[in-house]
């Protein structure tokens, strides 16, 4: 289960990856194969790459993180107690943005969006590659470059959809005082990689920050509840947010009539969650650790009544430490240390389903099904460390069935799905709720 991209059995073209289940959906591969590489929204897995293999280099194979992932070395001054389960930790802040219209629109505390705004207006960088809603389908994600406040304001919030970033990351290499990425730590990981194999993108990538992810659901998971909520149909669907405007905020999806449904984040997630992609579920990585910067919620306590927002905020490298800094001497980012632990207290979640990874990697290598090489991760010693024995059997022998039951036992084509426009004629702007 380990070794390098060569050694993954079978896995010659990006098209294997995503046939095999094992594309993150990050997208960087269409960056650095234009030519033989596009992203379609498969609607029941996510982002996913059409490949035209002739005109493949193997550029894309070479970076992609689905396929292989290692936990980068440990820099100077980093926490090591933490390292097994959390990556490189070497400062941890509690805090959010400085302006109030970002800190309660954005997810937790508008800190990404912060460290944008710092990167654009303080740092003089050109924008920031991440993602926002389809102005004229908002189910769906697209990727953009911001390089204004407004910009980076219409694409604040998690969107707990498919969304491919790297696909943009042209834009950073075309951006002559450069720019930041921001996306999930598979995003991320992807970028870190481009940039290692493009100079000219190592050069402008001048920061990247990484949100905390447990998995991002498909498409359809939004539109069956939509659905099933009553809500607006797709081409009727004029806004959609996930959470947002507080902290953690609601899901809200708005009708072209002025109707709409509302439910809280909880309920929501606790819904779509379910139609999370195979590989999402053996991700190693829920928290960014090959980021600069990465940005998950304080869930080690309850929302005050009201509360505007909060986001907690780990430094991964000596570069991200001071970009925190600078924003917040520079007045973008209002925050304050904390103790390090308090980023375990936040997500024991996600420390229990990467202890589950050994197992599920196990299961798949038992069937013969091609697996991912991890390499610096821990997932042996969390897996026997941190699961009850019955969780540690589950993580085996509850996952050789759901192989089967989920077809991941076998290859998929990718599948180009089509959610109807819903701006209706004449207008296709689009306004968040
Ligand atoms: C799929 C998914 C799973 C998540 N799981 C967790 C979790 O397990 N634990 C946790 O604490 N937090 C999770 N989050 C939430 C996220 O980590 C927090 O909201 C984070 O604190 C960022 O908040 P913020 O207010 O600083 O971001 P904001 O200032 O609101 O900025 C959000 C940024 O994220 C980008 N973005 C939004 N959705 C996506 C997406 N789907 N793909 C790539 N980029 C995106 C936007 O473009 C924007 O730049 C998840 C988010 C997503 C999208």
Redesign the pocket.
């Known amino acids: 289960m380990s070794g390098d991209v060569q050694s993954v059995q079978g896995m010659d073209s990006i098209q294997d990856v995503a046939e095999r289940h094992l594309c993150a959906g990050c997208g960087v591969c269409a960056f650095l194969e234009p030519a033989a590489i596009h992203m379609v929204d498969d609607l029941d897995r996510g982002r996913r790459p059409v490949v035209e293999k002739r005109h493949e280099s193997g550029l894309g194979l070479q970076a992609c993180p689905g396929l292989r992932l290692d936990q980068p070395p440990a820099p100077t001054g980093a926490d090591l107690s933490l390292r097994p389960g959390w990556g490189n930790v070497l400062a941890v802040w509690e805090g959010h943005s400085s302006d109030p219209e ?1 800190r309660l629109a ?8 912060a460290l ?1 705004l710092w990167s654009i207006e303080d740092a003089k960088m050109d924008g920031v590659v ?3 809603a389809q102005p004229s389908q908002p189910v769906l ?1 697209e990727t953009t470059f911001s390089s204004d406040r407004d910009a980076l304001l219409a ?7 498919p ?1 491919s ?1 790297g696909d943009g990351l042209q834009s950073l290499v075309d951006a002559p005082k450069g720019g930041i990425f ?3 730590p598979c ?1 991320v990981a992807g970028a870190s990689a481009a940039a290692k194999l493009v100079p000219n993108l190592e050069e402008s990538l001048k920061l990247t920050v990484a ?6 659901p498909s498409t359809n998971a939004t539109l069956d509840y939509i659905a099933q909520l009553g809500g607006p149909l797709p081409k009727e669907l004029q806004a959609l947010r996930y959470r ?1 405007h507080g902290w953690p905020g609601m899901f809200r999806a708005a009708g072209h009539d002025g109707a709409s449904v509302v439910r809280t984040y909880a309920e929501s997630w606790g819904v779509i969650q379910a139609k999370r992609p195979w590989r999402c579920r053996i991700c190693p990585d ?1 928290t960014g650790e090959l980021a600069d910067i990465s ?3 304080p ?1 080690y306590r309850e929302p005050g009544e009201g509360e505007a ?1 909060s ?1 907690l905020i780990v430094a991964r490298t000596e570069r991200g430490r001071q970009a925190v800094e600078a924003a917040m001497a520079a007045g973008f980012l209002d925050c304050k240390p904390v103790p390090h632990d308090l980023l375990p207290a ?2 024991p979640g ?1 420390l229990t389903v990467r202890a589950s990874v050994f197992g599920r990697l196990l299961a798949m290598s038992l069937q013969g099904i091609p697996t991912p090489s991890f390499r610096g991760f821990s997932l042996f010693r969390l897996w026997l460390t941190k699961l009850s024995l019955r969780r540690k059997l589950g993580s085996i022998f509850g996952t050789v069935p759901r192989l089967r039951r989920w077809g991941i036992h076998q290859a998929r084509e990718v599948q180009s799905g089509r959610v109807q426009s819903s701006a209706p004629e004449g207008n296709s702007t689009h306004s968040t709720p």
């Open positions: 970002i954005g997810s937790s505390g508008g800190a990404a969006t944008a991440h993602i926002r994600n694409a604040t919030g998690s969107r707990y959809s969304a970033p921001i996306g999930k995003d949100i905390f992810c447990a998995g991002a947002g829920h940005v998950g919620d869930w927002g986001s936040s997500q996600l």
